[in-house]
T-cell receptor, first 116, second 111 residues
Framework: DTGVSQDPRHKITKRGQNVTFRCDPISEHNRLYWYRQTLGQGPEFLTYFQNEAQLEKSRLLSDRFSAERPKGSFSTLEIQRTEQGDSAMYLC??????????????FGSGTQLSVL | GDSVTQMEGPVTLSEEAFLTINCTYTATGYPSLFWYVQYPGEGLQLLLK?????DKGSNKGFEATYRKETTSFHLEKGSVQVSDSAVYFCALSRNFNKFYFGSGTKLNVKP
């Protein structure tokens, strides 16, 4: 169990550029979540996948944001035409299907995005 | 909509002091409640959980009881240690598809 890994750890970009983040969940976990966290706030839900299917997406997620999990393993989160307000920590988490005590999220260390 | 409110920090205590971090929630139905902890430089990790009213979650000396009548899930520990210094997040989920987190409470424990 190598845990949830995210890449890169830090990303600095200029406004208007596109960025892509990667998340590798724990291998047997079929659920994968993306959250966003700003300074002094708790994680805020963006979207989640059950295997390769994206089942729910926050209304906060504008059409500049897109997430994929093509083979039900790793996931990517892309932000197009970045804005300064996108600066945040982007967190990935994974879990087993809920039930039988599996209601536990395993978080990665996050990708810190700074938009200049 | 669903939400969690927790006490603002930072909370500064001396080692062996009693800890309470307040958490209240708003949700329809019967959500499950969680406390997550983030140690410096690490990702969030589950500390404890309770899935129905009157359940008590416990782990590493921390406890929290699911109180439906007061919509609360306060975190307590009888004797804190320096190693407990971290940020604590209260969270809820109704269907485990989406989790709602509070804004976090930073705890500093001084020797």
């Amino acid at each position: 169990d190598t845990g949830v890994s995210q890449d890169p750890r830090h990303k600095i970009t200029k406004r208007g550029q596109n960025v892509t983040f990667r998340c590798d969940p724990i291998s047997e976990h079929n659920r994968l979540y993306w959250y966003r966290q700003t300074l002094g706030q708790g994680p805020e839900f963006l979207t989640y996948f059950q295997n390769e299917a994206q089942l729910e997406k926050s209304r906060l997620l504008s059409d500049r944001f897109s997430a994929e999990r093509p083979k039900g393993s790793f996931s990517t989160l892309e932000i197009q035409r970045t804005e300064q307000g996108d600066s945040a920590m982007y967190l990935c988490a994974s879990s087993l299907d809920p039930g039988q005590g599996n209601e536990k999220l395993f978080f990665g260390s996050g990708t810190q995005l700074s938009v200049l | 909509g669903d939400s969690v409110t927790q006490m603002e920090g930072p909370v500064t205590l001396s080692e062996e002091a009693f800890l309470t971090i307040n958490c209240t929630y708003t949700a329809t139905g019967y959500p499950s409640l969680f406390w997550y902890v983030q140690y410096p430089g690490e990702g969030l990790q589950l500390l404890l959980k309770a899935t129905k009213a009157d359940d008590k979650g416990s782990n590493k000396g921390f406890e929290a009881t699911y109180r439906k009548e007061t919509t609360s899930f306060h975190l307590e520990k009888g004797s804190v240690q320096v190693s407990d210094s971290a940020v604590y997040f209260c969270a809820l989920s109704r269907n485990f598809n989406k989790f709602y987190f509070g804004s976090g409470t930073k705890l500093n424990v001084k020797p």
